[in-house]
């Protein structure tokens, strides 16, 4: 077996299990962190069921984001929607028969890619365009852009300009899930992005792509508007007041 092989093999067990383990903590934390106010953003659903169909608006259509700013919700929602069909398109690599839902996505694949990085370019633009949004912006922000960018860059010119193996890169992920470790092919521009995804997946528990299991923990939003008919207590407090 081949140093490469062996390299990426490593390279993505430790990117999974720092993701899983990185991912599950953040998310436990985000649970047992107290809400001691009633903070729903108002105007604010009166009921629980009001709360789940405004974090489906939220999740599904960048409701907030919408009333915000229509410029950033084009390319927001634009770039979370193709990132959606590429995830998808690549799903594929898992599967030993593939659902036909997902095996008429490459036929779109480019055209999602597209989709993503013109997102991605827009939301770029405006850190820098902006004012207020130049202020606040670190570098943290300008490079998961950019690795992001890059990400959609590699992998449409992959397969744009390449020839690569692709039932071989399908060999080599399930040899990953079967704990054995497959050739995998040299062409650069694979191996980069593949290096790309897994830098990313090392970095997102710790990154503010965070923002997408938070969106269910924020109590501005996962509240309901019911202070006089219920009271509200947080768990430490609630034991104060036994």
Do not use: C
């Not at 009166?46 to 919700?73: I, N, P, Y």
């Amino acid at each position: 077996m081949s140093a490469l092989s062996i390299f990426f093999a490593a390279l993505y067990y430790l990117a999974t299990a720092i993701f899983v383990v990185g991912l599950a903590f953040k998310i436990r934390q985000y649970a047992l962190t107290p809400a001691p106010l009633k903070i729903p953003l108002t105007p604010a659903p009166l009921t629980r069921a009001g709360v789940g169909w405004r974090l489906t608006r939220e999740l599904v259509f960048f409701q907030s984001l919408f009333r915000a700013s229509k410029w950033t919700w084009v390319f927001s929602w634009v770039f979370h929607v193709a990132l959606l069909l590429v995830l998808f398109h690549h799903v594929r690599f898992t599967l030993e028969e593939i659902w036909s839902p997902i095996g008429l996505i490459p036929l779109y694949g480019n055209y999602a890619s597209v989709a993503m990085l013109v997102g991605l370019a827009g939301l770029w633009a405006r850190r820098f365009l902006v004012d207020r949004v130049r202020y606040i912006s670190t570098p943290s922000d300008h490079l998961m852009l950019a690795l992001l960018m890059a990400i959609g860059l590699t992998g449409l010119g992959m397969n744009l300009y390449t020839d690569v193996d692709i039932l071989a890169v399908k060999a080599f992920m399930f040899g990953l899930m079967h704990l054995s470790i497959l050739p995998l092919p040299t062409e650069p521009l694979l191996l980069l992005h593949m290096f790309l995804v897994a830098l990313l997946m090392i970095i997102f528990p710790i990154s503010k792509l965070l923002h997408a299991p938070g969106l269910f923990f924020s109590p501005t939003r996962n509240m309901s508007d019911n202070p006089r008919e219920a009271r509200h207590l947080a768990s430490w407090a609630a034991k104060l007041d036994k």
